[in-house]
């Protein structure tokens, strides 16, 4: 895993502490909301900022049954209602709300807040990278797994405990027709061998060690 860029924890919350702050206070209005409570979702009309005082929020994408976490606020966090993401709370959650508008033109004002929106949309886009890695991961195991079976089933005979499967394949054919990249291929090779499941005999044959778990692997999937 590379080394993660550790963000000072900038809270703006303190700005509106400082000295000379009283007007910054006054263009952001004070909402409080119950734990698990939808807070803000796509289609709401507004467009606004806001941060969080006390509490704690989930973002997140909801597509008919499916959801994917994108970030978690906690104080001193700021974040806007115009995308495409739902804000719940998770707790009992204070917010500090203003409107776009008024809010760009005292942005410049304030250096923090430029550093408070890296940090949030920072985490944002490494859940999102998350959820993509997944999802197109996912796809290319399933695929490959149901190759395997698939190939087992059709031309494996049994041998030394297990199932000799001569694939008759060079990984890059075998990315080609699972629609993956090579890469991907031998990382979830990889994966299948760390876990017992098959055994890399040669450049285009492997054994199954256990059948039983690769189609198991396939139905968790
Ligand atoms: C200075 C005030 C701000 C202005 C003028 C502004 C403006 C915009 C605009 C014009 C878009 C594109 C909208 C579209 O494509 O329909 C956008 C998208 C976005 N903004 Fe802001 N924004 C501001 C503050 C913020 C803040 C404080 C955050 C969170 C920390 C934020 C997070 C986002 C995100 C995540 C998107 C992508 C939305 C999506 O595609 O789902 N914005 N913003």
Redesign the pocket.
């Known amino acids: 895993m590379p080394a993660r860029m550790k963000l000072t924890n900038v809270n703006l919350l303190r700005l509106f502490e400082a000295p000379g702050a009283g007007d910054l206070g006054r263009e952001f209005r004070s909402r409080l909301f119950p734990r698990k409570t939808l807070v803000y979702s796509p289609s709401d009309e507004a467009d606004l ?1 806001f941060i969080v005082k006390r509490g704690r929020l989930r973002v997140y994408l909801s597509y008919e049954d499916r959801e994917f976490t994108l970030a978690f606020l906690e104080a001193g966090d ?3 209602t ?4 739902f804000v719940q709370t998770v707790e009992d959650t204070e917010l500090l709300v203003t409107g ?2 008024a ?2 033109q005292r ?1 410049s004002e304030i250096p923090e807040v430029s550093q408070a ?1 890296v940090k ?2 920072g985490d ?1 886009l490494k859940n999102s990278l998350s959820t993509i890695e997944g999802l197109v991961f996912k796809d290319a195991r399933l695929r490959l797994v149901e190759f395997l079976a698939a190939a087992a089933a059709d031309r494996g005979r049994p041998a030394g405990g297990g199932i000799m499967v001569e694939l008759g394949l060079k990984t890059e054919d075998i990315a080609l027709l699972v629609g993956t990249t090579r890469q991907t291929i031998s990382t979830i090779m990889n994966d299948l061998i760390k876990a017992g499941i098959i055994e890399k005999i040669d450049r285009r044959t492997i054994c199954v060690r256990k059948l039983d778990e690769l189609t198991a692997w396939k139905d968790s999937l």
């Open positions: 900022v700021i974040f806007s115009h995308t495409r993401a776009t508008a809010f760009q942005v929106m949030v949309l944002l």
